[in-house]
């Protein structure tokens, strides 16, 4: 159990550093400190990525194919 924990609580630190490089590019500065930034940000997003993919590593995805829905006992005519 402290595995996910350790694990959650990384996720949480990452995200909050993401947070705080996006503030921080809002505010005025240099070129050579935004590219700096811009860096960090760009590396974080990438770790805060593989961590949920490495925590959380199922997915869900839709179906290409939508079904008609189906009533139970309507075929040929019958139920209806």
Known sequence: MAAIDD??????????DIWRCRRRL??????????????RLLERQSAFERLLATT??????????IREPQVIGAQNGVGS
Request: net charge positive; hydrophobic share 30%.
């Open 7 to 16: 694990r959650l609580n990384e996720i949480r630190h990452v995200r909050n």
């Open 56 to 65: 959380f590593p199922f997915t869900l995805t839709l179906s290409s194919k």
């Open 26 to 39: 809002k505010s005025e500065l240099s070129d050579l400190e935004r590219k700096v930034l811009e860096d």
